[in-house]
């Protein structure tokens, strides 16, 4: 009986530390390790859950991540297809099923509707305080380059 308590007990002290944050932030392979833009910071966005508690925003984004070009070489990417989309909501869905790496590039970059402090700082700064309809970026998080598109945001109450 003592054997078989000492050995649940060793297990469960094994299993709590596979759950433990590793003492060493290190960047998963698909981000960019030098920024350090973590989601869900609390601390971070909590401006941001205050000023706009309660309230949604729709957004689209054509994102090119780590593994398909680098930075520099991504901004450019994204500056020329600012330029040609020129803040039209069509070819700024065009665009992104054809470039971006997200899976939301299957709809035309649509993210759908989200609350403030969803996404990373960088992003959630710009869905935000942006104007809405006008194309934003290029904007650097740990998973790649952005252009963002605020299609709305209702006013504040």
Do not use: Y
Not at 6 to 13: D, E, G, V
């Amino acid at each position: 009986m003592k054997l078989l308590q000492l050995i649940l007990l060793a297990s469960a002290l094994l299993l709590s530390n596979a759950f433990a944050p590793p003492s060493r932030q290190v960047a998963p392979t698909f981000a960019r390790a030098h920024l350090d833009t973590r989601r869900h910071n609390f601390f971070q966005n909590i401006g941001s859950f205050i000023e706009n508690f309660g309230r949604k925003v729709t957004a689209s984004h054509i994102l090119i991540g780590p593994k398909s070009m680098n930075e520099d070489d991504a901004k450019a990417k994204l500056t020329e297809i600012k330029e040609e989309c020129a803040d039209d909501p069509v070819k700024f869905a065009e665009f992104a099923a054809e470039f971006s790496t997200c899976p939301s590039a299957k709809k035309g970059g649509n993210l759908g509707e989200f609350g403030a402090g969803m996404m990373v700082k960088p992003f959630d700064d710009v869905c935000w305080k942006a104007p809405v309809g006008v194309v934003q970026g290029p904007v650097s998080t740990m998973f790649g380059e952005h252009l963002i598109l605020v299609t709305d945001r209702p006013e504040k109450k």
